[in-house]
């Protein structure tokens, strides 16, 4: 490895910490040669003293500097709200099969099965190798979600995980470990979600990973699925931000556990009840009905195209 890739392997509160300490050293030094310059007939006491006096003065500064810039460092390492969304991915229409649609279109939605998912992945880019490390669901029936049953489980990538993912969801090389590969853990979660309706924000971005796996693992998900990010679309049309985050505090559902595959799923959850509620109050009340608004919304669907 040469120096250059060890410099790109640095994190930047590393890179930061360098930076600042050899810039010390280089103000020190200087300061040293203007004392000297200076010392105008005095004694080494005298250069020794002002030197020390000086560069100790210089060193509190900087260390001053280090320490905040530390601290906004560290905070925005762990911010997880200051990281970027997830690409938009609106394929919604290709997600539900005409046949079940035909199937259960017409039944009431309170009246139906749902299990509200999320996945963690390596990266932002399903086609191009990116893969599922963590998948987590949980059941919704008859208005309420069923927290003490949910499905979680960490899947092995196969390959390293990206720092730069690594930074999104917490989850590292050393956490899925021994963790069963995809092969293993589709198949359960296709038993877990049974016949349900699949809900997830942004769904057509989980579903797409769901998707590319079928041929390898023969688990095939073709349950209809609703998208909580349409919805809100449909329900809010005024509103410009539509990310999970943005939508729970205008619901006033509390977030916990952000970016992990079962936190979001519980907070997705929480958000589709409140959901319920809203779209009866505009005289959705079936299955095709909501399937039929989150279609409708053309111009958010247009982001589709540059995937």
Known sequence: MDRFEIIRAMSMRRLVGWALGL??????VVLGGVAWRLKDGGGTADFLWTWGSGGAV?????AAIWAQLDHLLHVREFDKSALPARPELYD????????????L?????????FVVFDTETTGLKP??????????????TGGRIDED??????VHPGKPIPKASIRFHGITDDMVKGEPPIDKVLPAFKAFVGEAVLVAHNAAFDVRFLKLKEAATGVVFDNLVLDSLLLSVFLDAESRNHSLDAIAERLGVEV??????LGDSIVTAKVFLRMLDMLEARGITTLRQA???????EHVREMQKQF
């Not at 086609?127 to 919704?140: F, K, N, Q």
């Not at 916990?256 to 595959?261: D, K, N, S, Y």
């Not at 399937?291 to 919304?297: E, R």
Request: net charge negative; charged share 25%; aromatic share 4%.
């Open 291 to 297: 399937v039929d608004a989150s279609i409708k919304m």
């Open 23 to 28: 810039l010390t050293v280089a103000a020190v």
């Open 256 to 261: 916990e556990g952000r970016h992990t595959a």
């Open 105 to 113: 279109g017409g039944k009431k939605l309170k009246d139906l099965t």
């Open 92 to 103: 919604f229409d290709q997600l539900n099969p005409p046949m079940h649609l035909e199937e």
């Open 58 to 62: 210089l060193v509190l500064v900087f």
């Open 127 to 140: 086609s191009e190798g990116d893969e599922i490390i963590s998948i987590a669901g949980v059941r919704v």
């Open 149 to 154: 049953a949910p499905f979680s489980r960490l």
